[in-house]
């Protein structure tokens, strides 16, 4: 991939100046192209920890959805799903549950066919996203680590709205 840029940049520069000498202007846009082109190769610049997690849900599924997880969340009576991610099969809710903190809980199902296998509140801000990865991981037994990695990447960078002191519990 970097000799097609050098081929490209050195057929711009004989077609501008008539050769590709290290004197002229040409050469080093070149060394400065390829120099950016081999930076944005390795560090994956266009890539996103959350390419192909899902992140719509509709008003219906949330009002579908949110009974069964109320019931699990210790028979709550009520609660409102605030934010969804999904990805093969798997879903993450993040829920407001009124009578306590915000909590993500962890499914490798449909709420309404499985119960969550672990849960999450609190504010990660100040961790360390690999940490949040690597926990998510051990403590909910088959998630894929591209939908933990997202999970990791969105909360400590505050992409959703968490409360205080982080917590992430296996099936009680």
Known sequence: MIQLVIEICTLHCLLKYGS??????CWANMKIAIYIFSLLLSCNAFASPCDGV???????????????????DNNNEKVEILKSYSFRGWHIFFV????????????SGEPSQSKYLSTW??????????EVKQYVISETKGIPSELAGCFAWRVTRGMD????TPHLSGTR
């Open 20 to 25: 590709v000498r290290p004197s002229n202007s």
């Open 54 to 72: 899902d992140f719509s849900i509709s008003e219906k599924r949330k009002v579908q959805l949110a009974p069964y997880i109320a019931k699990q």
């Open 96 to 107: 407001n549950r009124f009578v306590a903190d915000e909590m993500y809980f962890f499914y």
């Open 121 to 130: 509140s609190g504010d990660t801000s100040d961790t360390n996203e690999l």
């Open 161 to 164: 709205y968490e409360r205080t």
